[in-house]
């Protein structure tokens, strides 16, 4: 079974679009993550979520809206997309928050979302 | 705030030899964790290692280990007996633990060479 999924894996999409990222966990964790993986490689995170409430919104633009249904899953929308959009996104989860100590996060196998 | 430096863009190693990543970072926190990822041209990132900073003892997994210097904020990954598999891109993690937020050094590209 996989720990951290998304959908899709690969996204082809013109600017303006509107489009959606799907994340989802079966680790029992508490909290998941939004991380962009730019042409350089270099990540960073964009959100986190911890039992479904924002708990990390770095400098993201406002086209881009997180959404947790349920602690098992956390879903990304972005509006109007734009060239500088393309990128890998990775979707993690952690026990962050949960008292184990145990703070590793798993990530999903991302998303490369391409805008033209 | 807290930034990670891989200074090594690249490096090669022979199979079977041993290779050292570097990894400093810089923080004011005492409490925290530190990472190293693994990401393979699959893209996937995997977990390779962890460490945290109250423990004084460097963490080992198999053929993987990490010298973890707290005063110098200085953790580099050593990969003994490098493999063909072991070729991929490998991210040093700093992660305080009051935010659960990782941050990721550039990333270092390690060819392993039959």
């Known amino acids: 079974d996989t720990a951290v999924s998304q959908t899709p894996k690969y996204l082809v999409t013109q600017m303006g679009n509107d489009k959606s990222i799907k994340c989802e966990q079966n680790?029992?964790?508490?909290?998941m993550y939004w991380y962009k993986q730019d042409s350089k490689k270099f990540l960073k995170i964009m959100f986190s979520?911890?039992?479904?409430?924002l708990i990390i919104n770095e400098t993201v633009p406002n086209r881009f809206s997180p959404k947790s249904p349920d602690k098992a899953h956390l879903n990304l929308h972005i509006n109007s997309l734009e060239l500088g959009d393309s990128a890998v996104y990775f979707c993690?989860?952690?026990?962050w928050g949960q008292g184990t100590g145990s703070y590793e996060q798993y990530f999903g196998p991302g998303t490369r979302l391409t805008v033209t | 705030a807290q930034t990670v430096t891989q200074s090594q863009p690249e490096m090669s190693v022979q199979e079977a030899e041993t290779v050292t990543l570097s990894c400093t970072y810089d923080?004011?926190?005492?409490?925290?964790?530190l990472f190293w990822y693994k990401q393979p041209p699959s893209r996937q990132m995997i977990l390779v290692i962890r460490q945290e900073a109250y423990k004084q003892q460097n963490a080992t997994e198999n053929r993987f280990s990490v010298n973890f210097q707290k005063a110098a904020k200085s953790f580099s990954l050593k990969i003994s007996d490098s493999q063909l598999g072991d070729t991929a891109m490998y991210f040093c993690a700093f992660m305080n633990s009051n935010t659960g937020k990782l941050i990721f050094g550039q990333g270092t590209t390690l060819q392993v060479k039959p």
């Open positions: 979520y911890n039992n479904k409430e």
């Open positions: 680790l029992g964790h508490d909290t």
């Open positions: 993690a989860s952690s026990r």
């Open positions: 923080t004011s926190e005492n409490n925290y964790y």
